[in-house]
């Protein structure tokens, strides 16, 4: 792992997924893994990451829902570009083999949002942690 252990250091944990929205260029949002969609992610302290998500409660009114996606995988930050990288080893999706992931991240008390943009739209993921 490269980049600023410092920073590296607020993203390590278990996040639960709270929610995964794409927005399309004309505004229009669809909720990607339904309206109560579980999953985590997780960053180790040795900066690899893990992350399984599924989907559950409600789709969108003619969106398409997408099952399960589950990959893993070393990390690197870049923390000036706030960008974390997810260098995918595994996937259920076999497209993602080999690539590299890069999330804008932001994080806010217990909350961490994680963005990208893929084909043209732009995919919000909300996780959060409980600190017990």
């Given at each position: 792992?490269?980049?600023?252990?410092?920073?590296?250091?607020?993203?390590?944990?278990?996040?639960?997924?709270?929610?995964?929205?794409?927005?399309?260029?004309?505004?229009?949002?669809?909720?990607m893994?339904?309206?109560?969609?579980?999953?985590?992610?997780?960053?180790?302290?040795?900066?690899?990451?893990?992350?399984?998500?599924?989907?559950?409660?409600?789709?969108?009114?003619?969106?398409?829902?997408?099952?399960?996606?589950?990959?893993?995988?070393?990390?690197?930050?870049?923390?000036a570009?706030?960008?974390?990288?997810?260098?995918?080893?595994?996937s259920?999706?076999?497209?993602?083999?080999g690539?590299?992931?890069?999330?804008?991240?932001?994080?806010?008390?217990?909350?961490?949002?994680?963005?990208?943009?893929?084909?043209?739209?732009?995919?919000?993921?909300?996780?959060?942690?409980?600190?017990?």
């Open positions: 792992m490269s980049g600023s252990l410092e920073c590296f250091e607020e993203l390590v944990g278990a996040w639960e997924l709270r929610s995964c929205t794409s927005t399309l260029p004309d505004g229009t949002q669809e909720h893994y339904g309206s109560a969609p579980v999953g985590v992610i997780m960053y180790t302290p040795d900066g690899w990451m893990s992350c399984y998500m599924a989907s559950g409660g409600e789709p969108d009114p003619g969106g398409s829902l997408t099952n399960r996606t589950g990959y893993y995988g070393p990390v690197v930050i870049r923390p570009d706030r960008v974390v990288e997810h260098h995918v080893r595994h259920t999706s076999e497209f993602m083999l690539t590299v992931q890069e999330r804008g991240y932001r994080i806010e008390g217990d909350t961490l949002m994680l963005s990208a943009e893929m084909n043209g739209k732009q995919i919000e993921v909300v996780w959060s942690r409980d600190r017990k």
